[in-house]
């Protein structure tokens, strides 16, 4: 099986845009997590959507949204960029029944000028 | 171990040598913990994972340890490579929970030929 795919790979935005990532799951894989990684904060979980549903949401502003389509691919959008959401977002899928288990893909390098 | 701030703990050891990264957790009722590894530019890749009713895992060249009555888990690394070379995390979850884990800082090992 492919492995979870993450596109771009690597974007430079400017403050104020915004900016939208998306994440193909492992096929079969129905549960959707993103991260982001910083040096300073490691990983920290933004939010995780099940069968088109947010099941899980981490302690990020509002100006980060996500949404999963019948497909189960991903996106997330971050609005009005700030220099402090430059960072590596990693995408993560999991089987049925084994959610704990996460397969991440290689992420998404965003750098805020 | 766990790190504070922006660098992360750095163990360097020989080709050959056996490696031994620690991991402090934080939460007592954490009862599934999993180790990974995410080489340069890659996403965290799943290594081994023990559940609290077990002391000790063993996989390929991997060994885990539970202690948790002090919260404290352990990755040893048998006969280390240069391949081996990476940050190492651990991430601790709550069964019966989200499914979310909790990540550590990350330890840097650097295997030296």
Known sequence: ?????????????TRGQQVTLSCSPISGHRSVSW?????GQGLQFLFEYFS???RNKGNFPGRFSGRQFSNS???????????GDSALYLCASSPAGREETQYFGPGTRLLVL | GESVGLH????????????????????SASDYFIWYKQESGKGPQFIIDIRSNMDK???QRVTVLLNKTVKHL?????????????????AELESGGSYIPTFGRGTSLIVHP
């Open chain 1, 1 to 13: 099986k492919a492995g979870v795919t993450q596109t771009p790979r690597y974007l430079i935005k």
């Open chain 1, 35 to 39: 991260y982001q990684q910083t040096p």
């Open chain 1, 52 to 54: 088109e549903t947010q």
């Open chain 1, 73 to 83: 691919r991903s996106e997330m959008n971050v609005s009005t960029l700030e220099l």
């Open chain 2, 8 to 27: 992360l703990p750095t163990l360097s050891v020989q080709e050959g040598d056996n490696s031994i990264i620690n991991c402090a957790y934080s939460n």
């Open chain 2, 57 to 59: 895992r063993q996989g």
């Open chain 2, 74 to 90: 352990s990755l040893q690394i048998a006969a280390t490579q240069p391949g081996d070379s990476a940050v190492y995390f651990c």
